[in-house]
């Protein structure tokens, strides 16, 4: 058994053998950018805090030729397509039936 963390970590390290990945640290993304034609997405802007100075943050926007929401169940993508005037795509809501018990 290993925990969560762990398998986090070892994956991050591995990534980190590989100078094609690079990380980039302490932002979140505020929202997606449109080519000019806005034909298609062609980047994030992101808002980076200063961790020695939190107070102290900077936008910046990321140009990419793919970009890859991977942000989980918190997802902003349909709400920041749509602030594009793009219809975001449907949404499919399987239930699982997944429950927990437990027990001393
Ligand atoms: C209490 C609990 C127990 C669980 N136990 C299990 C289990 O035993 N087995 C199992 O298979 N699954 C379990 N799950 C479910 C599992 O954790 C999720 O299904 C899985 O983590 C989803 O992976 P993900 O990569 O899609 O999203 P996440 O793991 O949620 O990763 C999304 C990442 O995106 C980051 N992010 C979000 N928004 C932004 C933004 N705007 N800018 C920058 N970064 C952003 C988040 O900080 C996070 O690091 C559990 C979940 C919970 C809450």
Do not use: C
Not at 36 to 42: C, F, K, N, V
Not at 73 to 86: A, H, N, R
């Amino acid at each position: 058994m290993f925990s969560r963390d762990l398998l986090d970590r070892q994956i991050r390290r591995r990534l980190t053998e590989n100078t094609k990945v690079h990380f980039l640290e302490g932002g979140t993304v505020t929202g997606l950018l449109a080519n000019t034609q806005g034909t298609a997405i062609a980047g994030v802007s992101v808002r980076f805090r200063d961790r020695q100075n939190p107070g102290n943050i900077n936008e910046e926007n990321l140009n990419a030729d793919l970009v890859v929401d991977a942000s989980g169940k918190v997802s902003q993508t349909p709400k920041w397509l749509k602030k594009l005037g793009y219809e975001p795509p449907p949404e499919t809501v399987i239930n699982a039936f997944v429950g927990y018990a437990t027990r001393i």
